[in-house]
């Protein structure tokens, strides 16, 4: 029903910037709940931002807090995820993750539809 396109991902050095995309193709993209998670090497897949319906209430992971912003463009069928201040911490695969359901969670279980990925490396 819904397929997610995520793009944006490079490698940067600590300090700097990136801005991710979610392209979402698919019936109703304006009524999903849309977050963001990542996994590093090693290590689980976590969670990392929300954003509701309009865009009006966003979450944060504690680790990113403060240096990441979500924002999403219905009209466009897009969401993003801007990345400051970035640390070697952040490496990972960013996916992006839409869920029909109107509740804002950090469960990845609760999400209904995945990307594909895309890589974000961040030299010491």
């Known amino acids: 029903q819904v397929q997610l396109v995520e793009s944006g991902g490079g490698l940067v050095q600590t300090g700097g910037s990136l801005r991710l995309s979610c392209a979402a193709s698919?019936?109703?993209?304006?009524?999903?709940?849309m977050g963001w998670f990542r996994q590093a090497p090693g290590k689980e897949r976590e969670f990392v931002s929300a954003?509701?319906?309009?865009?009006?209430?966003?979450s944060y992971s504690d680790s990113v807090k403060g240096r990441f912003t979500i924002s999403r463009d219905n009209a466009k069928n897009t969401v993003y995820l801007q990345m400051n201040s970035l640390k070697p911490e952040d490496t990972a695969v960013y996916y992006c993750?839409?869920?029909?359901?109107?509740?804002?969670?950090?469960?990845?279980?609760?999400?209904?539809?995945w990307g594909q990925g895309t890589q974000v490396t961040v030299s010491p």
């Open positions: 954003i509701s319906w309009r865009g009006g209430v966003t």
């Open positions: 698919g019936r109703t993209f304006g009524s999903y709940v």
């Open positions: 993750a839409a869920k029909t359901d109107f509740r804002m969670t950090y469960l990845q279980h609760e999400y209904d539809y």
